[in-house]
């Protein structure tokens, strides 16, 4: 009967639970000495111009291989590292690991690869985040536009005055910032045209039903305009379908990063994805205008 489905249903609900508690347990002491042992990398998600069908970036995305856990993703340890403080320090190790190998790329003359890293809650409120910013971009020797900084609408609107006062110092340092999850988050538009954002990153959950569902073709599209009407770039995230890169194509949109172009990805299969989207775009120039 209910009460019994209801008991196995509460039965199941604590094994569950205290086997997240157990995991999480054992998560945060392997994470303190995650960092020290290197078991962080990189992968690396492309983004593509739709005008000119070019790799312009790619967004520094964080896995933890762990001996003991295995590959645990950023949604499993991310909020660990930000009620632990972890993410301070580790934030630090992805700003210079992400600068090193922009500037790896660099060298390599591999166009110019713009890199994007997040950054969390924690390390925003941190006062030592501009240092980590000089001394990655420094120990790098890159330029601040190689550099863009992610943040959300929550992270800037919690303190906006103080927010506005930090936005502007890490501006000075020449990197470009830009709004995550672009639509999820805090509700009020006005801090759009008070920080000096650079980029809007529509969130994945306005692009995945698309083109079927009418109400978030029109967000996406009303999206893009009031971008652009600011002033600002317009980067579509989770597009997997060619029909959603049309949708966004013919909308205007700037750029599209998703699993249409590519999954995320290590550092060494970089280079060969931008110079496999360059011939792509030669082989097209040199077909007749009539078959394109
Ligand atoms: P995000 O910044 O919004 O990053 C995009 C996420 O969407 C990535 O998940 C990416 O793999 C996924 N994604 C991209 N295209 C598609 C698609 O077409 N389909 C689907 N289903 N997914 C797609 P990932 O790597 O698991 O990262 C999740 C979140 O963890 C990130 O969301 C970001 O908020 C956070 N994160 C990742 N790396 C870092 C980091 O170094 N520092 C901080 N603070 N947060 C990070
Ligand atoms: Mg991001
Ligand atoms: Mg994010
Ligand atoms: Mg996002």
């Known amino acids: 009967g209910a009460k019994q489905r209801g008991k196995n249903t509460y039965q199941l609900y604590m094994r569950q639970m205290s086997m997240s508690l157990q995991r999480r347990v054992e998560m945060e002491a392997h994470l303190r000495q995650a960092i020290e042992n290197r078991e962080f990398t990189l992968r690396y998600q492309p983004r593509v ?3 000119t069908n070019q790799c312009t970036g790619v967004e520094a995305l964080l896995r933890w291989q762990s001996p003991a856990l295995g590959l645990v993703m950023p949604s ?19 700003l210079r690991e992400a600068c090193r190998q922009s500037a790896e790329w660099l060298a390599a003359g591999g166009g110019q690869i713009r890199v994007a890293v997040n950054l969390s809650a924690g390390q925003f409120a941190s006062p030592d985040l501009l240092d980590h910013i000089l001394e990655a971009l420094d120990e790098a020797h890159l ?27 890490l501006k000075q340092t020449g990197v470009r910032l830009s709004i995550d999850d672009f639509g999820t988050g805090y509700s009020s538009l006005a801090y759009l045209t008070r920080f000096p954002i650079d980029l809007v990153k529509i969130d994945r ?19 893009i305009a009031l971008g652009h009407s600011l002033g600002l770039k317009v980067i579509a995230e989770g597009a997997e379908t060619q029909a959603q890169v049309d949708f966004l194509c013919n909308e205007g949109c700037d750029e599209v990063q998703g699993y249409f172009f590519s999954r995320p ?16 775009v030669t082989a097209e120039k040199r077909r007749p205008a009539t078959l394109r």
Request: aromatic residues 8%.
């Open 49 to 51: 111009c739709l005008a």
């Open 265 to 280: 990805i290590p550092a060494s299969e970089v280079g060969s994805f931008v110079s496999r989207r360059q011939d792509a």
């Open 205 to 223: 959950s306005f692009i995945r039903d698309i083109p079927d569902s009418r109400g978030d073709a029109q967000i996406t599209s009303a999206v």
């Open 76 to 94: 499993d340890f991310i909020p660990l590292a930000e009620e632990t403080g972890v993410i301070v320090p580790l934030g630090a190790w992805v």
């Open 143 to 169: 330029p601040g536009d190689f550099l863009e900084l992610e943040l959300t609408e929550s992270m800037v609107m919690r303190q906006p005055e103080q927010a506005a006062r930090w936005l502007s110092s």
